[in-house]
């Protein structure tokens, strides 16, 4: 009896509580207008993305952090970064070419992007061979687990390298490895 007696003064009261919310809540639409004009001007200059290098403007990559790589036409803060990150894990860049080793980047990208770019071999941050330990090799995407084994495993047996010619008598050293890695290593 109670339940329905608070049912009926609910259905009775509904209209009246609605209506309160809807007394006197107009807004003017000129003033309206202006608000959004604001707003909007306002949000769109929050959100602007960084402003394109001029054509003509060239970036050395061994040097850009992401900031400059996103003034680049077609490169976004994720592509800056994930460019950043892999020219660390290389030591830096030795050929514009590498760009299209870094993940997403594709040759339409790359094409818009070689004549923007520069490459600074005096950059590059070697490893010295006959020095470097295995986690420091680890980073460097050019050489698989077994090839690094190889190389500290070959170096520990018969002593430090002297050339090129010294790595490529490890078995699982193949031409092309060698050339990939050639730049980036030194031997004292």
């Given at each position: 009896m109670v339940i329905m007696v608070i049912l009926i003064l609910l259905v009775l009261a509904a209209p009246y509580f609605f209506q309160q919310f809807r007394k006197d809540r107009t807004v003017d639409p000129h003033v309206l207008d202006k608000d959004l004009a604001l707003l909007?001007?306002?949000?769109?200059?929050?959100?602007s993305h960084p402003q394109k290098a001029p054509a003509g403007t060239i970036i050395e990559l061994n040097t850009a952090d992401t900031s400059h790589l996103m003034e680049l036409e077609g490169i976004g803060s994720a592509f800056a970064r994930?460019?950043?990150s892999y020219r660390q894990r290389l030591g830096g860049f030795y050929r514009k070419d590498q760009l299209l080793e870094v993940f997403g980047?594709?040759?339409e990208q790359f094409n818009g992007l070689q004549q923007q770019v520069t490459v600074d071999t005096s950059?590059?941050?070697?490893l010295n061979i006959n020095k470097v330990s295995?986690?420091?090799?680890?980073r460097f995407p050019y050489l698989s687990y077994k090839q690094m084994n190889a190389l500290i495993r070959f170096r520990e047996q018969h002593g430090e390298y002297e050339t090129l010619a010294d790595l490529s008598q490890i078995a699982i050293m193949n031409k092309a490895t060698l050339q990939k890695i050639k730049p980036y290593i030194t031997y004292k």
């Open positions: 909007d001007n306002t949000s769109r200059n929050a959100l994930r460019i950043v980047l594709d040759s950059r590059i941050h070697k295995f986690d420091e090799l680890r």
